[in-house]
């Protein structure tokens, strides 16, 4: 989440940004909406191949994890990432 919120500021323009948190019996739930610039879809697409970019790293932490990210740009305007991350136990590293 401070990843995304520290892209917000880096990337967005002027923008607000929302934080979602949802827990289930099964897995936690974190979802930052901004509602700035957002990237046009080829750049977006581009990113998970890029090195040394937040998204890559919030996605390796995530998937060690057992979990899933996904991100890209929202209807409608800005920009959201979505991370799921299971609560059993079945990802964790150790």
């Known amino acids: ?23 289930g ?20 697409a581009d990113i ?3 090195p040394g970019r937040g998204l890559v790293g919030m996605r390796e932490r995530v998937a060690a994890l057992g979990g899933d990210l996904t991100a890209g740009p929202r209807p ?5 990432v979505l991370a799921r991350l299971p609560l059993d136990g079945e990802g964790e590293q150790g």
């Not at 936690?28 to 977006?44: C, F, H, I």
């Not at 409608?76 to 959201?80: A, T």
């Open 1 to 23: 989440m401070q990843e995304s919120l520290t892209n917000v500021t880096r990337h967005a323009g002027p923008a607000g940004a929302t934080v979602r948190i949802a827990y």
């Open 25 to 44: 019996e099964k897995d936690l739930t974190v979802q930052v909406d901004d509602d700035g610039n957002g990237l046009e879809p080829p750049l977006a």
């Open 48 to 50: 998970p191949l890029r």
């Open 76 to 80: 409608g305007g800005g920009f959201r």
